[in-house]
Structures are given as C-alpha cells and as structure tokens.
Nanobody, 132 residues
Framework: QVQLVESGGGSVQAGGSLRLSCAVF???????????MGWFRQAPGKEREGVAA???????SYADSVKGRFTVSQVNAENTLYLHMNTLKPEDAGMYYC???????????????????????WGQGTQVTVSS
C-alpha cells in the first residue's frame, strides 16, 4: 500500500518559478516496488495530461509543452519526488497530481509514463495558479 502527498502549489506570476514535492508513504516492500513516478495536471474542463515522469534509474519523459522549462527529479533515499517549474505560463495552471506505478515502463516507449492508465497510485493534488 502506497500513499502520495503533494505539496508546494501556490500562486505565481507568469515567468516565475515553483517547486512541487511529492512524499511517498508506505511499507518498505511497497515503496521499493515502485518502478516509476510521474506528474500530471488538470485544468477546469480539461482532460488530465501527463507532464513529466521518471523511473528509479533516472530516465525521464516530458510533455512537449513543458520541455526546457520543467524538470522532474527524485531523491530515492528520502522517498520524495520533485517537479521544478520555471518560466511558468498561464496555461500551466491547474491541479497537479503525483502518481506512482508498480508496472514496467517499456524502454522504447518514452510516451508510456505520461499516460494516466500506466499508474497505480495517485495523490490528491496541489493547486497551481499562474497570473499574467
């Protein structure tokens, strides 16, 4: 059993930066069974979309809309996932969710970890607002 808790959301001006955190809770076996984790976001009236993902070895995947601006990282020893967001735009606003998966991430499929159905556990989200 795994529980994910996001934090770090808030209101920023366009062009600003924000760092989101995701703390992972659970028994040792469950935590170290996680193969990869990701960040998703959802704006009102919009579908949830994958933003960034990272596997235990550090392989990453990013949505085209955030490449060069967002960086996903992890500190495995602390069971913590981060999303560093730079040069924020109004269209980046939304509820950001942390997710974790027990299944494998196909090596050749960079898009795989940006799909919602590729994950087993979800946090409750943290709100990000970007003003012009």
């Amino acid at each position: 059993q795994v529980q994910l808790v996001e934090s770090g959301g808030g209101s920023v001006q366009a062009g600003g930066s924000l760092r989101l955190s995701c703390a992972v809770f659970g028994d040792t076996y469950s935590i170290y069974s996680i193969m990869y984790m990701g960040w998703f976001r959802q704006a009102p009236g919009k579908e949830r979309e994958g933003v960034a993902a990272i596997d235990r070895g550090g392989r990453t995947s990013y949505a085209d809309s955030v490449k060069g601006r967002f960086t996903v990282s992890q500190v495995n020893a602390e069971n913590t996932l981060y999303l560093h967001m730079n040069t924020l735009k109004p269209e980046d606003a939304g509820m950001y969710y942390c997710a974790a998966a027990r299944q494998s991430w196909p090596v050749a499929a960079t898009w795989y970890a940006l799909k919602t159905n590729a994950y087993n556990y979800w946090g409750q989200g943290t709100q990000v607002t970007v003003s012009s």
